[in-house]
Structures are given as structure tokens and as C-alpha cells.
């Protein structure tokens, strides 16, 4: 089993920044693809953007390429959403996931994915 914690949501204003992290703690030995995920009031929840096990994919959506970057450190179980030039649609309650094995799929685009976090709220003003 595999439990992540997310943090740094807040409140920021448009054009600002934000840094999400994502702590994973369990059975943290094995790979797992890990994505971010955001649903907003009265909205689905959407793919955000995912990283392979090594990092060397990535993939985001259309919205956020070029202002958000995914990272990770498995050498600290964490994965990180740097968020730029944050925009009032933004605002949604952002979670963590992942997904065993080491690459991305279509499945993880789709929020195929084994184990979710609880979610940090991003509001973003103007």
C-alpha cells in the first residue's frame, strides 16, 4: 500500500506561483508512474499532468504547458507540481496520484490510477 500527502495549496493571486508536493510513504520500493489531478466546484476532475518513475517522460495538459512542470525525487518518495503564472481557472482542489509500473499510459491520462491522495485546494484570485 502506498499513502500520499499533499501540500502547499493556499490562496495566491493571478500571475503568482505555487509549489505542490506530494509525500508518498508505504511501499515506496516499487515504481509507480505519478500524476497530478485537479477538479474544480462543479467540474469533473481533470489530468493535470504526469511523470514516469526515472522523470525522463512527462506529459501535461494543453492549459498548463508552459507554466506548470512536474518533478520528482524518489530518493525522497516525493513529487512536485511547480505552478507559474497561475490563472483564476486554475482554482480547483489539486491531488496526487499514482500508478504502479514506471511508465506513463493512456490509463494515467485518463485517472486510471491505484492510489490517491486527499487533495490540497488551490484558489487563485484576481
Known amino acids: 500500500q502506498v499513502q500520499l500527502v499533499e501540500h502547499g495549496g493556499g490562496l495566491v493571486q493571478a500571475g503568482g506561483s505555487l509549489r505542490l508536493s506530494c509525500a508518498a510513504s508505504?511501499?515506496?520500493?516499487?515504481?509507480?508512474?505519478m500524476g497530478w489531478f485537479r477538479q474544480a466546484p462543479g467540474k469533473e476532475r481533470e489530468f493535470v499532468a504526469a511523470i514516469s518513475w526515472s522523470g525522463s517522460s512527462t506529459y501535461y495538459t494543453d492549459s498548463v504547458k508552459g507554466r506548470f512542470t512536474i518533478s520528482r525525487d524518489n530518493a525522497e518518495n516525493t513529487v512536485y507540481l511547480q505552478m507559474t503564472s497561475l490563472k483564476p481557472e486554475d482554482t480547483a482542489v489539486y491531488y496526487c496520484?499514482?500508478?504502479?509500473?514506471?511508465?506513463?499510459?493512456?490509463?494515467?491520462?485518463?485517472?486510471?490510477?491505484?492510489?490517491w491522495g486527499e487533495g490540497t485546494l488551490v484558489t487563485v484570485s484576481s
Open positions: 508505504g511501499r515506496t520500493s516499487s515504481r509507480y508512474a
Open positions: 496520484a499514482a500508478k504502479i509500473g514506471p511508465a506513463i499510459s493512456i490509463a494515467t491520462t485518463k485517472g486510471s490510477m491505484d492510489y
